[in-house]
């Protein structure tokens, strides 16, 4: 079959044109054709690779040149396109043919070609649009994300902390070891340790804020170091609402003593505050309970008199009731005002109807004992700064005699500092005893409001002398930098500067190259302290980096044995009360009858003896004082007054007459 070229519906044969004619008749079928669907794809990639850049620079990359030829190509395509009308009508014109048909297939061309290449570029540049503004920074980002670098240091931001740490919830006693001391996990879950050994030769400071876990840790704390055998006695003014079920559940397992002690009135257990040790320690506390202490102010020269005053009257008595009734009257109108204060008390006032708890003892029995003080009384108060201070005096003196390591554990410490305190972290370690202080805020101290004391060289002092550190978070960014800069600083590589590069369309896309650079920073910094939650705190340990430390709950199987044990031993105490109380009344010498004779009989006619004869049961073993003058010169003053004692009490009960010799020994002994 012959080739032939179909125009509309008429066939034309090769040989029935001339070159000339059979050209422009295929030109103008392409044209017809696909004319402006070519015209339609150079404008789509025009508008959607845009026609600039035509050069090509030595920094271009591979895909950029291509994008260069591309366009060059649509610019030498258009030109032939362009050049196609123009051909077709010069074959019109060498052929003398009509040309006002040409025309009409003109403008049909034109219109198709223009609304194809219309509707391209829209669709070229919209996507252009939606690709560099939108997509493109995502690829980049992406390449960004995927790119191996050669530092992955950053900057930590405080909003990425605030999601990676949170609080875990474990049982602690899974992870207690033999010759160590748990402390918490670690972020990673690792349990975190500290020698035994090491535990026992530092003392250690839990700060936080309230409700922020302080009690966790030291319920943790406290459960180890009982069942290892330590002696532990827990000092909380605040009365808390675990720490004591606690304790005497861990007795409970580990077969050991446990003593409730509250200085409050009317709860289980009373303690005299200068009963007990040598008489120098018991004046040393009398001193820091009255604020008799010399300061160097004008004021020491009325606190030396006082001081004379009731130096005298503690030789005889440390019962604050009976010290009140020898000095008043005196001249020691401040020792009376404080006397007035304690001896109004209960539970500090000695009575032969209760047994007072015996610090000396509890040590010697390597007893648990936890106190009860208040912060809402001023006298208990100082009371309990007086219970650490004895506490510290009997650990030294039986030093000899403990048989056990002894850990002291202090709540709310800023209500307790005392310069007593800040000298025992620094030289008790020696002696065996470590303590464990807790307390809100590193001001806490500073700023006490016992204004005797030096708050600032305080706070300096435990700070130095507590190698141990558990500190919890908070708001406070004073507290957090404080904290931060006890972690020590590291340095980092991290990217200085990143460039960017703004799109045509707005789209904004990661610049090539980066800037690296060091930076020192906190290893653990401000942002991850602001950031810690409840019972996450920084841990700091001897010859250890610092680290984030969770904490968790010491469980209490039952709630209900604690108070059963207080309530027994307020019953045995009500019974012990009412058995004295009995006995006394069935005596036939009643120890109150023979205080109240002879200070009736001879307050008028023998003065200096008038003490003397109603002192009880004083203990002046340790005591280095020689006796006075007056009581040499007077001692044969007592035996005349003994003598009349017992004619006087013989005639109230005539039915039960005892020898004198007999009598005179019972009142050596009570004398003694």
């Known amino acids: 079959m012959p080739f032939s070229i179909e125009i509309s519906d008429r066939k034309i044969y090769p040989f029935e044109v001339d070159m000339v004619e059979l050209f422009n008749l295929y030109l103008m079928m392409f044209t017809h054709h696909f004319y402006a669907y070519a015209w339609a794809v150079i404008f789509l990639l025009g508008s959607l690779f845009s026609m600039t850049p035509l050069s090509i620079d030595k920094d271009h990359q591979f895909h950029t040149v291509l994008t260069i030829w591309l366009r060059r190509l649509l610019l030498v395509s258009a030109l032939v396109l ?36 219309f509707l391209c570029s829209v669709i070229g540049l919209l996507t252009r649009f939606l690709f560099t503004r939108y997509f493109a920074p995502i690829h980049s980002a992406f390449l960004k994300g995927i790119r191996v670098n050669q530092t992955e240091d950053t900057q930590t931001d405080i909003r990425d902390e605030a999601e990676k740490i949170k609080a875990k919830d474990f049982l602690p006693s899974n992870y207690y070891k033999e010759g160590q001391i748990f402390l918490g996990l670690d972020s990673e879950e690792q349990p975190l340790y500290v020698p035994l050994s090491t535990w026992r030769e530092v003392n250690m400071q839990v700060i936080g804020a309230t409700r922020y876990g302080k009690g966790v840790l030291i319920g943790n704390l406290m459960e180890q170091s009982i069942l290892n055998g330590d002696q532990v006695i827990y000092i909380d003014p605040k009365d808390d609402k675990f720490a004591p079920h606690v304790m005497y559940q861990a007795c409970q397992k580990a077969g050991r003593k446990f003593i409730y002690l509250s200085l409050n009135d009317d709860e289980a257990g009373s303690w005299l505050p200068f009963a007990g040790g040598s008489y120098t320690d018991a004046f040393s506390r009398i001193e820091t309970a009255f604020g008799l202490k010399l300061t160097g102010e004008a004021g020491d020269f009325y606190k ?64 648990v004992v936890y106190i009860k003080g208040s912060l809402s009384s001023e006298v208990i108060r ?3 700064k007086l219970f650490i201070i004895e506490l510290v005096q009997s650990a030294k003196r039986l030093f000899k005699n403990r048989t056990s390591h ?28 470590n303590f464990v202080l807790a307390y809100q805020s590193p001001d806490d101290i500073v700023n006490t409001d016992d204004k005797t004391i030096d708050g600032r060289a305080i706070s300096q002092s435990i700070n130095t002398n507590s190698q141990l550190k558990a500190i919890y978070g908070g708001k406070n960014f004073e507290v957090a930098e404080w904290i931060a800069e006890l972690t020590g600083v590291i340095t980092k590589q991290v990217s200085k500067l990143e460039k960017t590069e703004i799109k045509a369309l707005g789209g904004e896309v990661w610049d090539k190259g ?41 469980p209490v199987e039952d709630m209900n044995i604690f108070p059963t044990f207080l309530s027994s031993l307020k019953v045995v105490e009500s019974n012990e009360t009412l058995e004295r109380s009995s006995h006394t009344k069935d005596s036939l010498i009643n120890d109150d009858e023979i205080e109240d004779y002879l200070l009736n009989s001879t307050v008028t006619a023998v003065e200096p003896v008038k003490s003397t004869i109603t002192n009880e049961k004083i203990e002046n073993k340790n005591s280095d004082e020689e006796p006075s003058a007056e009581n040499i010169k007077n001692e044969d003053q007592p035996k005349i007054i003994k003598k009349k004692t017992i004619q006087h009490l013989n005639e109230k009960s005539p039915s039960n007459l005892k020898s004198d010799e007999d009598m005179l020994k019972e009142l050596d002994l009570e004398e003694e």
Not at 530 to 551: G, H, M, Q
């Open 304 to 367: 030396t008199q006082e001081t004379k005053l009731l130096e005298g009257a503690f030789r005889k008595t440390r019962d604050v009731k009976k010290l009140f009734d020898l000095l008043d009257g005196t001249d020691a109108l401040r020792v009376i005002a404080e006397l007035q204060k304690w001896k109004s008390i209960n539970s500090f006032v000695e009575k032969k109807s209760r047994k007072a708890f015996d610090i000396d003892r509890a040590i010697e029995e390597n007893a």
């Open 406 to 433: 002894l850990t002291i554990y202090v709540d709310e410490v800023s209500f307790l500092a005392s310069q007593e305190l800040a000298r025992a972290m620094a030289t008790m370690l020696g002696f065996n005893v």
């Open 82 to 117: 362009v050049s196609i009308p123009f051909i077709i009508y010069l074959g019109f014109d060498v052929e003398n043919k009509d040309k006002s048909p040409l025309w009409f297939w003109y403008l049909e061309l034109f219109k198709r070609s223009f609304i194809l290449s």
């Open 514 to 554: 980066r800037s690296i650079g060091t930076v020192e920073e906190n290893l653990i910094n401000t942002n991850m302290v602001l950031s810690l939650e409840p019972r996450v705190c920084v841990l700091i340990r001897p010859r250890e980096l610092a680290k984030l430390c969770y904490t968790s709950f010491v």
């Open 382 to 384: 100082v009371a309990t």
